[in-house]
C-alpha cells in the first residue's frame, strides 16, 4: 500500500484534536499506510523557524512548521482569510485584495511544499487538503515531487466570473492544473471549475472525463464529504448528551426545540435566519410561548474585522427580536456565542424538534448530516436546509430554502412544526440512507483510489515526462 502525507493548515498531532470527523479519517488512513502528515504547529514566532519539528506517534510521522507573525497576518488572516474565503463564498464585497497577501500566500505553500520534499518517496501519494494550498502541487512540482498529488477543496468552487474577481485567478489555474485529482463538494461547485478550465482557459475535457490544460491531465470530481453515522449516533446517547438535552429540556419545559449550530460566519447565513424567527412568530402568534429557537455560534477568526462586525449585527438583531417578542415566562430566541462539546451538541440535536441549516453557501454543511444522524427514528424533527450548502444535492428530502428569502424561510419553520409524522419519518428515512451511504469512510477511499488510479495512467506520466524534459 503506498503511503500517503497528508497536507493541511492543522493537523492531529495533538491527539486531543482526534476527537471525531475529518481528523479521525484522515488519521486511519495515514496508520494504516505508515503515513506522513504536514501542517503548522499552531504556535506564532518572530523569527522564521530555521527547521521543521518531526515527531511519530502511532506509525503516523508530523512534519510541522510554525508560523512567523508577519506570515500568520498575510498568509493566513490575509489572503487565505480575508481574500479566497469570501471570494469563493461569493462574498466579493468582503474581499481584500493585497498583492503583499499573495506573496505571503505563495512563500508559505513553496516553504513548506520544500519541507514534504524532504521527506517524499516516489511512490507516495500526496493528499492536499482546503483553501490554504491552492498552489501546493506546483510548489511541490518545483520542489521535485514527481508521484501523484490530489486536491480536496473543503469549500465551494465559485461561478467563474466571480473566480475572476481574484486578481491572480489565472496564476492559481496555472497551479491548479499541477494536481492529478481535485475534488470538490458537490456537482455544482465540479461544473463550476470544469467552466473555467475550458471556457476561460481553453482547457479541452478528455474521452475518460478528465480535462487537458495548460499541458497537464486533471481528473475533477465531486466527492460530498460525509461524517461518520455509528460515531456521531454514539455521541448522541452518551451521558454528556443526556446531561445537556436534560438541561436544555429544563429551560424548554415542554416547548418545542428549533436549533441551529454554526461557527460564527458571515457565510452562514445567521441574521437572515434571525429575521425569519421573528418573521414566524409575527406571522403565527399561536406559536408564541410554544416554540423556542436557539442559536449555538461559537465565535471564530475573531481577528478578522467582518467577523467582529457580525457579532455586533447578532447581537443587536437577537436582542430586539426578543425585546419586541419575549414574555414574562418566555424568550423566542436564546443565541449562545460559546462552544459546546461535540457530546453535548450531539444531545442538543437529538431533541430538536426543526434543525435550522441557512448557509448563504457552504461547500457541504456537516452540521445538517450531524442533525439528521442523531435523531430518533420513530420521532424525527425536520431538517431546514439551504439550497445552495452542498448538502442540498445530497438531502432534497430535507425542506430546502432559499437563505435570502426570509419569507420562505419563515413559512418553512411553520410547515417543519405542523409536519405529521409519517412525513417527517418518510423524509428523515431518505436523508439518513444517503448519509450511511456515503459516509466518511466511503469519502476518503472514494478519493484515494482515484489518486491510486493516477500512478497507473501511463498517459499522465508520459506526460509529467515532456514536460519534466521541456524543463
Ligand atoms: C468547512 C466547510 C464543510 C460547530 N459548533 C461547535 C462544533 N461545531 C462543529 C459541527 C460540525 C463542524 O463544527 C462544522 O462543520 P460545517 O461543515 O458545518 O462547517 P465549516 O466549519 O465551515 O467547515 C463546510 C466542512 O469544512 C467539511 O469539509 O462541510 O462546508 O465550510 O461538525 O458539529 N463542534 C464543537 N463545538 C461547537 O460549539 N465541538
Redesign the pocket.
Known sequence: MPRVIAISNRTAADPSAR????AVALWDALRASGGLWVGWTGNLVDEPPRSAQWSQDEGVEFLLTDLTRAEYDAYYIGYANRTIWPVF?YRIDLAHFDSAYFDAYAAVNQRIANMVASKAQPDDLVWVH?YHFLLMADCLRRAGVGGPIGF?L???FPAPEIFQALPQHDWIARALSAYDVIGL?SEHDRVNLTRYLTEVCGGVETADGRIEVFGNLIRVKAYP?G?DPAAFEEAANSPEATEAATRLGRFLGGRDLVLG???M?Y??GLPERFAAVGQFFDAHPEFAGKVSVTQ???P?RSKVEEYQDLRQQLDELAGRINADYSDLDWIPLRYLA?????D??AGLYRIARVGL?T?LR???????K?FVTAQRPEDPGVLILSEF???AEQLPSALLVNPHDTQQMAEAIHQALIMPLDERQKRWKAAREVIEATDLTWWREAFLDDLRAVAKTPAKAALRAVAAKAG
Do not use: C, W
Not at 476527537?19 to 475529518?22: D, I, Q, S, V, Y
Not at 460559546?338 to 461535540?342: E, F
Not at 457552504?362 to 445538517?368: E, K, P, S, Y
Open positions: 476527537a471525531g470527523g475529518l463564498h482546503d480536496f473543503h469549500i465551494p463538494q464529504i461524517i449550530v454554526d461557527r460566519d457565510t452562514k449555538i455560534a461559537p471564530s460559546r462552544p459546546y462539546s461535540r453535548e451538541l441549516v448557509p457552504d461547500g457541504m454543511n456537516l452540521v445538517a450531524e450548502a452542498g448538502a
